[in-house]
């Protein structure tokens, strides 16, 4: 750069500085800023320009003769090509170009003018700077890219507010040397032009009107031919046209930048709306279908008019809360026929309307009841423009900008149909993440059991947390389920892996447990069916489980593990927790390692506490550190099972680095009285039906639960007459257990289970489980080691259930 002197550049000066005019034109076309380089350029003094319209001031031209060289001019007649368009606003983008100037009685002079249209709160509409084109040298070929590094004269009242949006004036332009620039103008005291041959600039000037350029082309062309080259290689008439469509493009790759950021629905809806405002439009809504925002899959079929829009964002310049009481976020609704909306929606094409007549705002008011938007809408230019994904409309966009502003035009269009196209690629990318997770959700949530709060003896909370950085579907899981004799089946496992598979792989494993839970198989006989089971489905099967039996009338558990994480026990006599020390066991699928169950005696209100690895275990800490933690959290005293769980869930969760997804299962083991529970053995003899009828009457009355009386006496003679008949030996046991529900177990040594059968009004025998089935509240046959257990159960009046101490 040279000194604050002004200096033409020679021929091979690759950058300089020059004077420059600074001309600002308002809404009204009419001159609001004159610079002194604008009086020595055109010759009027800032008094006599100011207030003017601009296309009296501006005497340029770019008519030719027939001879190509620049036509002599008389007066202020006219305006060079491309100028007249951007004061009358007539253009929306940076434009361009050369023309010469002439007065009666001076020399012609070549200028060299730019015109940059001005959004803001201000009357400023445009910026027009212009300057000599013989002090660039312009007549130098090798000078081909030109622009204003700094359009500002020191005199206009808003330097400071365009000295900070330079860099956005002029995208190329970094912070620091916009700040080196706005530094020199001020030391110097008039505005300034720097240029450079290598430089990214928004706009490319036209060097010569048509018939010229037309004759530098044939020229060209014909030098391209000679050398080799592509004739259109440096058409500068090609070269304008290159410049608007460049600057659309830089538009569209910020906009592209700036929207996508996350694979959250919501907040890719936040960043299409504000990325086009202020500087493509002034009014912003968004509107998507509702299979969108709810996640589902991709809309079926094409919109119509009974088809409900969600506005899901709205940006705007205007002052705070004037849209917001009168279109709010969040509202759904259907646009009919006759609607602009209607017709982007249905055709997938943008829709523009020059400016919003009162009729058509009318028709779009209609939609809206007891809502007058015609003051926000009638006078504004509108663009339609819809979000489409695979050729499907997923919403649509509606670009409104003020009535000072240009209206949208066709260049407009295109560039609105172009920015819909990517952020319609960008919601559809969020809309099936969304849909994804949902479904990942459904699917985990289906296979993971809704366990019963209350069982016999046994109050169980259970929580699953998916994973964190590897998916949310996994392969953890726990369960539930009733046993004979009143027991319960306690179960958590983890199969490893995440995803889809892993989920599906539980999913199996799950319902071979439950199966197999429900023929009563010991825990370490259950564990080598289910190994063998998974080595069957496939050799990546592999999973870790714990398998617990809790008795409550023996007061004890069975405990059997396949290579899980082992359960803590807290003794509610003390408040004292303990690992409990397990055979640990290989993972289901490895094959070949047996199994052992241990026994393990309880007491009433004890808490046992079973997980998987997923919330002990951290990358890069011992796993010693989590169940040391799992311990101290699960032996804090909770009011309740849930707060118990709350809190365990708290002291692990809050380590960083957890990735896996975590299944807990705790279970507080209340046991069952022994004065809650009544035994009696049987001789399979008929006379004994009436017997444990007897029997049966006297224990209810003993409880004081008589309400059941007669419906317990007729299903425990069917179940026992059923025994009587079908079993092969000769003794059985009767025994009842007063709980949350009243249980009634009939066993004897008789493997073959009875079945429901279908009756005809004819056949004598079949109808004794038609009758327990019937009138329980549910009922059941398990095998067991020595025979069979055919079992029923009658919920408890309530009056009954609060004196006997259950809910």
């Keep these: 750069m040279d000194s604050g002197v002004p200096t033409p550049p020679g021929p091979f000066a690759v950058a300089g500085r020059i004077p420059l005019a600074v001309v600002v034109v308002d809404g009204d076309g009419l001159v609001s800023h004159w610079s002194t380089g604008a009086r020595r350029l055109f010759g009027h003094s800032r008094q006599e320009a100011v207030g003017r319209p601009a296309t009296e001031l501006l005497p340029v031209t770019g008519a030719l003769a027939a001879d190509g060289e620049y036509e002599g001019y008389d007066g202020y007649g006219g305006l060079g090509t491309g100028l007249d368009a951007s004061l009358n606003g007539r253009t929306s983008y940076p434009a361009a170009g050369r023309a010469r100037l002439s007065e009666p009685g001076s020399e012609r002079i070549d200028v060299l003018w730019w015109a940059y249209p001005m959004v803001g709160p201000g009357t400023e509409r445009l ?7 013989l002090l660039f040298g312009a007549e130098d070929e090798s000078v081909e890219r030109i622009a204003p590094g700094f359009a500002l004269h020191t005199e206009f009242s808003g330097s400071d507010e365009l000295a900070r949006r330079l ?5 190329s332009m970094s912070v620091r040397e916009s700040t080196r620039i706005v530094s020199q103008i001020l030391d110097l005291g008039y505005p300034v032009l720097e240029f450079s041959h290598h430089d990214r600039v928004p706009v490319t000037p036209d060097w010569g009107v048509p018939r010229r350029a037309e004759r530098r082309a044939r020229q060209r062309a014909a030098e391209a031919v000679a050398a080799g080259r592509h004739p259109d290689a440096g058409d500068p008439q090609q070269d304008l046209e290159f410049a608007a469509v460049r600057e659309r493009l830089e538009f569209l790759n910020e906009v592209s930048g700036r929207i996508g950021s996350s694979l959250d629905l919501s907040r890719t809806i936040q960043e299409v709306s504000a990325a086009v405002v202020p500087r493509f439009t002034d009014v912003a809504g968004t509107y998507l279908r509702e299979q969108v925002i709810a996640g589902e899959g991709f809309p079926d079929g094409p919109p119509d008019a009974t088809t409900l829009w969600h506005r899901v964002a709205l940006e705007h310049v205007d002052e705070p809360g ?3 009481d009168v279109v709010p976020v969040g509202e759904s609704m259907p646009f009919p026929e006759h609607t602009p909306f209607f017709q982007c929606m249905t055709t997938g094409d943008p829709v523009l309307v020059p400016r919003i007549s009162e009729q058509m705002g ?3 008011a209609s939609q809206f009841e007891k809502r007058d938007i015609r003051p926000l809408i009638n006078g504004r230019s509108m663009l339609v423009v819809p979000l489409k994904a695979r ?15 240009a209206l949208f035009n066709d ?3 295109v560039t609105g149909a172009e920015l819909a196209a990517r952020a319609g690629l960008v919601l559809d990318n969020a809309r099936m993440y969304t849909y994804q997770e949902s479904v990942a959700e459904t699917l985990q949530d289906s296979m993971l059991p809704q366990v019963t709060p209350r069982m016999a003896g046994c109050d169980t909370a259970t929580r699953y947390l998916p994973g964190t950085l590897l998916g949310r579907v996994g392969g953890d899981w726990f369960d539930s389920v009733k046993l004979p004799g009143s027991r319960t089946a306690l179960v958590v496992g983890d199969v490893m892996g995440h995803g889809l598979n892993s989920a599906a792989m539980m999913g199996q494993l799950r319902t071979a ?3 197999m839970a429900a023929l009563d198989l010991p825990p370490e006989q259950l564990l080598r069916n289910l190994d063998d089971l998974a080595r069957r489905l496939g050799e990546h099967y592999l999973a870790t489980c714990l398998y617990a039996v809790y008795d409550p009338i023996r007061q004890e558990l069975l405990m059997a593990n396949a290579g899980h994480v082992p359960p803590v026990l807290v003794r509610a006599a003390d408040g004292r927790s303990e690992l409990l020390d397990l055979p640990t066991g290989a993972p289901i699928g490895v094959g070949g390692v047996p199994f052992r169950s241990v026994r393990v005696p309880v007491a009433p209100g004890d808490r046992l506490v079973m997980c998987t690895d997923g919330l002990v275990e951290v990358r890069g800490e011992d796993i010693g550190v989590g169940l040391a933690t799992l311990c101290e959290s699960a032996a804090h005293p909770a009011a309740s099972m849930d707060d118990a769980c709350d809190t365990i869930i708290r002291s692990l969760n809050t380590r960083g680095g957890r990735k896996d997804d975590v299944a807990l299962l705790m279970a507080r083991l209340n046991g069952i009285a022994p004065e809650s529970v009544a035994t009696w053995e049987l001789s399979l003899e008929p006379r004994e039906a009436a017997r444990a009828r007897r029997l049966v009457r006297g224990q209810l009355a003993a409880w004081g639960i008589t309400p059941v009386t ?14 009587i008949r079908h079993a092969a030996g000769r003794r059985a046991e009767l025994r009842l257990v007063r709980a949350e529900s009243l249980l009634c177990e009939v066993a004897d040594d008789d493997h073959t289970l009875p079945t429901l059968l279908d009756t005809s009004g004819d056949d004598e025998g079949g109808r004794g489980l038609r009758v327990v089935s019937a009138l329980s509240s549910e009922w059941g046959t398990s095998r067991t080691a020595g025979g069979k257990t055919v079992w029923f159960e009658l919920a408890l009046p309530r009056t009954v259930a609060a004196r006997t101490g259950h809910p």
């Design 167 to 171: 860099p956005e004036i002029l995208p």
């Design 710 to 723: 007669e419906t317990v006496e007729l299903l425990v003679g069917e179940v026992v007459t059923n025994a």
């Design 411 to 413: 260049m407009d269009r």
């Design 513 to 515: 447990v439950q199966t």
């Design 362 to 364: 009318t028709a779009i």
């Design 322 to 324: 004037r849209w917001d």
């Design 127 to 133: 910026l027009v700077l212009a300057a000599d084109a």
């Design 391 to 405: 050729n499907v409309v997923l919403g649509f966009m509606i670009l409104l900008r003020h009535a000072e502003r």
